[in-house]
């Protein structure tokens, strides 16, 4: 194992600007806007199953799409009841408010994008979800933030960031203190990256491959 370095809902498309939001992608139940209008993303479970909450064409946001979510969510079934969840890149919050949906404790949300947070705010106002007690969006550098969130270690974290950053094993190099045996981390990354090594103690436990991305479930063992 060659070890780290001491860092929802990638790239469908060859370029994009800066940004911590997730890239555009059409898909059933994800509307895509015109430039500087609202889209939506659907919750599909829980509480708030059904739910539509606007987006905003912040630069790059893609949602994750439904399909992906139900089979993340299938994956983590026995886990997110309860759960203190961390949605790492957070943009539209699709991941982070669909575990909240099936009722996690707690969710804190990073988001760079000044609008895209501002967004996630109000959506979570509109489900009347307590701040700071069940949800925190903090706006700014996931990669400085996250270290100031090592106190309690997350259940389960969200890792799904801009494609084409060079975020992913800084990502994963930030997470190590903000995890615990038996935490579980989701990531996702552009199919044309290779996973960089994990700990010894992280474990691959689901995967899943298309044409433009790769996700997967890693458990920490021991």
């Known amino acids: 194992m060659i070890p780290l370095s001491a860092t929802m809902k990638r790239v469908s498309r060859p370029s994009r600007a800066p940004s911590s ?11 895509a806007p015109q430039r500087g209008q609202p889209g939506q993303i659907r919750i599909i479970g829980g509480q708030w199953r059904g739910r539509k909450l606007p987006v905003l064409d912040a630069q790059g946001l893609r949602p994750t799409t439904d399909r992906n979510k139900e089979t993340l969510f299938n994956w983590l079934m026995q886990r997110v009841n309860g759960a203190r969840c961390l949605d790492l890149f957070a943009g539209s919050g ?12 707690h ?11 501002a967004q996630l705010k109000a959506n979570l106002a509109t489900l009347k979800v307590e701040p700071a007690v069940t949800a925190r969006v903090h706006n700014g550098d996931a990669l400085n933030i996250v270290k100031s969130l090592a106190q309690t270690p997350y259940d389960i974290v969200f890792v799904d960031p801009p494609f084409n950053q060079n975020l992913v094993e800084p990502a994963l190099n ?5 995890v615990q045996v038996g935490s579980v981390i989701y990531l996702e990354h552009e199919s ?6 994990l700990p010894d103690n992280w474990q691959i436990t689901k995967e ?3 044409n433009a991305l790769v996700y997967m479930l890693i458990e920490v063992v021991s």
């Open 21 to 31: 939001a997730k890239k555009r992608q059409t898909a059933k139940n994800v509307h």
């Open 94 to 105: 699709g991941l982070g408010l669909e575990a909240l949906s099936r009722y996690a404790t």
């Open 107 to 117: 969710c804190d949300f990073i988001e760079l994008d000044k609008q895209a947070s």
């Open 174 to 178: 930030a997470l190590v203190s903000n």
């Open 192 to 197: 044309s990256l290779s996973t960089p090594p």
């Open 208 to 210: 899943k491959r298309t």
